[in-house]
């Protein structure tokens, strides 16, 4: 099973670091590569949230449901994902970390078919870069003197 680990100190409280993570709008906002977000659920907000993200990868619109299946404020998110045929499994967690936050996220890859079981460990490498420039937009975002 890949997993990829990618960590980051922002310079915000951890209020606001969670906020970017954990919420949908938010995080998309803090994001460029993401060009829309729809929401499949009522709930806007917390554990239950299934939404639609569309982004641009390797020049074409790609589309990818997503829910939040697990939400302790100020400390960790869990979001799901089904795609390529393998189980997504993501866990950002935030800390305190002197005056700012430790950002850290955790993506477990499990392949569900055959076909993914030996595509997965041959994209890990782009999702990790993928990742890396996400973690970075959201450091981004959080320094920016508004979000303080």
């Known amino acids: 099973m890949p997993n990829v680990t990618v960590a ?33 659920s009522e709930v806007r907000s917390g554990a239950g ?7 641009m990868m390797m020049g074409r619109e790609a589309s ?17 994902s089904e795609a390529g ?14 005056a700012g936050t430790e950002l850290k996220m955790v993506m477990d890859a499990r392949p569900q078919t055959l076909s993914a079981r030996m595509t997965v460990p041959l994209i890990i490498g ?3 870069k993928a990742v890396e420039e ?3 937009a959201v450091k981004s975002f959080c320094e920016r003197p508004a979000r303080r």
């Not at 990818?64 to 799901?80: A, C, D, F, G, K």
């Not at 045929?85 to 002197?98: R, S």
């Open 126 to 128: 782009t999702v990790r």
């Open 8 to 40: 980051r100190r922002i310079d915000a409280p951890v209020g606001v670091v969670f906020r970017t993570v954990a919420h949908v709008e938010q995080f998309s906002q803090a994001v460029p590569g993401i060009l829309r977000v729809e929401f499949l």
């Open 134 to 136: 996400d973690m970075d």
């Open 64 to 80: 990818t449901e997503l829910e939040v299946t697990e939400y302790v404020e100020n400390e960790r998110v869990r979001i799901v």
């Open 85 to 98: 045929g393998a189980l997504w499994d993501t866990v950002f967690t935030v800390a305190p970390d002197g």
């Open 49 to 55: 949230v299934r939404f639609r993200e569309t982004r």
